[in-house]
């Protein structure tokens, strides 16, 4: 590899990526199996945006451990933030991301929400 290899483009189409990401999620948000979790995903959204408090995904995961019922991992979890700040439920909080506390997340970077118009 020459370096102009290094600083041309990488040869990855940004719309394919996007456009399979909107497939995924609406998979997800058709499938009968995840109804339940996408139902209490739901109302956990609601009730953390109508509290005005910046909140994670592990701020999900929280609540329902809180209720005695635990999330499993891998739920539909990132569709339906998504879901919720297309329709102006939640809103990105512009500030760094954050570390994951929960152990199944190996510490990844999380998205900082708050409610939309909050």
Same mark, same amino acid.
């Given at each position: 590899?020459?370096? @102009?290899?290094?600083? %041309?483009?990488?040869?990855?189409? $940004? #719309?394919?990526?996007?456009?399979?990401?909107?497939?995924?999620? *609406?998979?997800?948000?058709?499938?009968?199996?995840?109804?339940?979790?996408?139902?209490?995903?739901?109302?956990?959204?609601?009730?953390?945006?109508?509290?005005?408090?910046?909140?994670?995904?592990?701020?999900?995961? @929280?609540?329902?451990? %809180?209720?005695?019922?635990?999330? $499993? #991992?891998?739920?539909?979890?990132?569709?339906?933030?998504?879901? *919720?700040?297309?329709?102006?439920?939640?809103?990105?909080?512009?500030?760094?991301?954050?570390?994951?506390?929960?152990?199944?997340?190996?510490?990844?970077?999380?998205?900082?929400?708050?409610?939309?118009?909050?």
């Amino acid at each position: 590899m020459i370096q @102009a290899d290094l600083l %041309a483009p990488p040869p990855f189409d $940004p #719309a394919e990526g996007s456009r399979r990401k909107a497939e995924g999620q *609406a998979l997800q948000a058709e499938s009968l199996r995840l109804r339940p979790y996408r139902d209490r995903i739901r109302d956990y959204l609601v009730a953390l945006a109508e509290a005005g408090e910046a909140f994670t995904s592990d701020s999900v995961y @929280a609540m329902a451990e %809180a209720e005695g019922d635990p999330l $499993p #991992a891998g739920q539909p979890m990132g569709a339906m933030f998504s879901a *919720a700040a297309k329709a102006g439920l939640i809103g990105r909080v512009w500030t760094p991301s954050v570390a994951s506390d929960r152990a199944a997340s190996h510490r990844r970077a999380l998205t900082v929400w708050k409610g939309a118009g909050r």
